[in-house]
């Protein structure tokens, strides 16, 4: 089920992508918004009741729903949970959220129009077109798009395979969505942290907006909970994109990049894992040109196939056995 979920959910979004200020997205932002202003009084506790109460409420009630159609018996009940996988999928994963922002600026570097590309990618990124020189644009970009497909392709995608592996439905695709959403809400004002959402475009005007200000106090004890629980979220799955992109790439590159790292003696970040695994697979020696665009997207899309055919095959072997 866990395969056919995926593959349905990934087909329904190319054909109707979710947008960023969907009804979905507004609703996920007035959650946490809701359970920062009465949870958040500022004690360490408080920090990891608000995070539990944004992220693993909504992640029990995805399982809740899910085991509740798979009791109603039948083949009907089935049915009902498969789709509701894949209406779950559809809102958490998917290549749309976040490509529009990579093909405008691939677009505009074709053109050669890098003040438009710059413009563009500031905006994605969320931080100062000046801070972004014409040298450091392509890479840049790479960087910022290889982060996007890992946090809303790729480990979404493993998160769902191994809880519903346990008979926890969809509520794996939930937990990740939403750590990642709550560490980029908490954090927000580390510019260059947001990943695909502008949470200023979710006010509905600007008096509202001036009103929600005056309650938007994130304490440090919520933002420290936020950004430790999403490296340990985070951890396994980052390591399971940087390999596959090893596999579908130049796996030699990618192990003595890795070895480098590790005779250095520093440890990366999760993001730092999957971005040195794209530019070693890439086997990038000197700075990237727009060309390598290209290359990048063909690296993704081999990386997605290279997933949908470990699940597939688990799937077979799961009905076979």
């Known amino acids: 089920m866990s395969f056919f ?4 959910a990934l087909l329904i979004e190319q054909v109707r992508p979710m947008l960023l200020d969907s009804a979905v997205h507004r609703a996920a932002f007035g959650w946490v918004r809701g359970c920062a202003r009465s949870l958040d009084a500022g004690r360490e506790h408080h920090g990891w009741l608000l995070w539990s109460c944004a992220v693993l409420l909504p992640a029990l009630l995805a399982w809740g729903v899910y085991a509740l159609l798979l009791l109603s018996g039948g083949w009907v009940g089935a049915v009902l949970a498969f789709a509701w996988s894949v209406a779950v999928l559809y809102c958490t994963l998917g290549f749309r959220q976040f490509s529009h922002h990579f093909s405008a600026i691939r677009q505009a570097l074709d053109d050669g129009d890098t003040a438009r590309a710059t413009a563009l990618l500031a905006t994605w990124k969320q931080v100062e077109a000046k801070t972004i020189s014409s040298e450091q644009l392509t890479r840049l970009l790479i960087e910022h798009a290889v982060i996007a497909a890992h946090r809303h392709v790729f480990a979404v995608l493993l998160c769902y395979a191994l809880l519903a592996t346990l008979g926890l439905g969809p509520a794996g695709a939930v937990l990740y969505r939403m750590a990642e959403f709550v560490s980029r809400y908490f954090h927000s004002e580390k510019q260059g942290d947001v990943y695909g959402s502008n949470f200023a475009s979710l006010e509905l005007d600007a008096a509202t907006h001036q009103s929600h200000r005056s309650h938007s106090f994130k304490s440090l004890s919520s933002q420290q909970a936020a950004q430790s629980a999403w490296h340990v979220i985070d951890y396994v799955p ?5 390999l596959a992109f090893a596999v579908v790439g130049h796996f030699e590159e990618v192990a003595e990049a890795w070895r480098s790292r590790s005779v250095a003696g520093s440890e990366p970040s999760n993001d730092e894992w999957v971005q040195m695994a794209m530019s070693a ?21 081999r990386a997605v196939v290279l997933w949908l055919l470990l699940l597939a095959l688990l799937t077979l072997a799961r009905l076979l056995g």
């Open 281 to 301: 697979a890439l086997a990038l020696k000197a700075a990237p040109q727009p060309e390598h665009l290209r290359h990048v997207v063909g690296l993704v899309w």
């Open 5 to 8: 979920a995926i593959l349905f």
């Open 238 to 242: 980052a390591r399971a994109t940087a």
